[in-house]
């Protein structure tokens, strides 16, 4: 599936230099597209692992319009998600590893994992009327390395915390997706089959996102 996609937008780009001579249907401008919803881990019975944050920016985006009311577009995004863990349970890590134990603390406030990733998302969007449109892609994620995070109570009842940075992450994934837009504001899901994680190194599970998407240049216009 990489692959299919990294083949996808390399064909995008040669559609987009072909059509380069006519401005008209072609396009390239900055943040175009600003995402904010819940990350809802899957197998999080067998994992301990629950959902929490997906914010994404889309930083980039260039694209062609075949037609007056369709576009194809490849762009450059940041992604930063995070995930709790069940009651009871925290983020053990240690050598680039994590796992998801048992709390050895008095009590825990916060326990989560965060992850950023750059992405290359490839998208069809064709638009209803003149301000409704409906999109599906999918993107090529590039993953950072995790970081891990607890807030807990120690046996005087002082509050503490314990952060580890570097957890090996799987260094490409994907993701399919689909949004709902109308003038610039809508609602968009997406599905990562591959779990976060490299295997060996963290509790292993893919991951869904829904949320609010707001469209730059629909509300600009």
Do not use: W
């Not at 591959?194 to 829904?210: I, L």
């Amino acid at each position: 599936m990489k692959k299919t996609i990294l083949v996808l937008a390399f064909a995008m780009l040669t559609v987009f230099g072909a059509f380069a001579q006519d401005n008209g249907k072609t396009y390239l401008e900055p943040t175009q597209e600003l995402r904010i919803g819940y990350a809802g881990a899957l197998k999080s019975g067998s994992t301990n692992v629950l959902g929490g944050l997906d914010f994404g920016i889309n930083i980039l985006e260039m694209g062609v319009r075949p037609y007056e009311t369709g576009r194809i577009s490849l762009g450059v995004e940041f992604n930063y998600n995070y995930f709790n863990t069940a009651d009871g349970y925290y983020f053990a890590s240690a050598a680039h590893k994590t796992a998801v134990v048992p709390s050895i603390f008095k009590h825990i406030k916060s326990a989560n994992a965060s992850v950023m990733y750059f992405g290359l998302p490839l998208n069809f969007a064709q638009t209803i009327g003149d301000k409704l449109e409906f999109s599906i892609g999918a993107t090529a994620k590039f993953n950072l390395n995790a970081d891990t995070f607890v807030r807990y109570k120690n046996d005087t009842d002082d509050y503490c915390t314990m952060s580890v940075e570097g957890i090996r992450t799987r260094r490409f994934s994907f993701d399919a997706h689909i949004a709902f837009t109308y003038d610039g504001l809508g609602v968009y899901a997406s599905y990562s089959p591959m779990s976060v994680f490299e295997p060996g190194f963290g509790p292993s599970f893919g991951y869904f996102t829904v949320g609010a998407i707001f469209r730059m240049d629909a509300i600009d216009k």
